[in-house]
Structure formats: C-alpha cells, structure tokens
C-alpha cells in the first residue's frame, strides 16, 4: 500500500467520524430546544350570554370553568369595566353580573371577557351586544 493510498484512507475515515459528530451535535441541539419548550398555559373556557333591557346590561356565564377574581377582566368597548360588574371573587355557571355602567343613551357595543391569569392576557369570549 503506497502512502497516498494510506493517507486518503486515513482522511475519509475521519471525514467520516466528523460528518457524524456534527450530525448527532446538531440533533442533540434540536431535541433540547423541542424539549425546553415552556408548557402551554392552561387557559380556562367559558361561555357568557349578554342580557340587555331597556336600561340595564348584565352578563350570565353560560357554562365551563369558574373564574376567580383577579384572573380574568372584563372589558366594555376595549376599556377593563370589571369593578363596575362587581368584581365577584368567583364567576361560576348561573352567576349573573349586573354592568353599573350602562348608559342607554350610549350603549355598549362589544363585551370581552379576558384571561389574565398567568401572567398573560388571552381573550377567552367575545360578546356583540
């Protein structure tokens, strides 16, 4: 065997182990990001019914998960109006929050009941009024 033929042999050996090493490092790489992958936040789901009269509005939660003061917000026309509903320490199916702030002469037009639990805030019903 002449040295040439010793060497390339040599050098694609090692081309090859390297090839490897890179491939297996990259893997390692994209399974740890995959893995660390913080967990979903689990967001509660309801349901809510807007009842409006002649001069009041009031909210009824329809059905799903009890809310708890402080973890959701509710919001009248994009502004948080949550105190004028009460503010009840929980929400839970059957509840009925009356709006202190319904004005007939200009009524509200959209109601949304966000999530804020978590540290972020995540719209889990929107009503048209």
Do not use: C
């Amino acid at each position: 065997m002449t040295e040439q033929a010793r060497e390339s042999g040599v050098s694609g050996t090692l081309g090859s182990v390297f090839l490897i090493i890179v491939v297996v490092a990259g893997m390692g790489v994209l399974m740890v990001a995959v893995i660390s992958q913080p967990h979903p936040q689990n967001v509660p789901a309801m349901t809510a019914e807007v009842i409006k009269t002649a001069n009041s509005l009031s909210l009824r939660h329809d059905g799903g998960n009890t809310l708890t003061r402080g973890d959701f917000k509710i919001l009248v026309d994009g502004q948080d109006k949550t105190a004028a509903f009460g503010d009840p320490a929980t929400w839970s199916i059957g509840q009925t929050l009356q709006y202190t702030g319904y004005n007939s002469t200009n009524p509200a037009k959209t109601i949304q009941i966000v999530y804020t639990g978590g540290g972020s805030a995540q719209v889990i019903e929107q009503l048209m009024v």
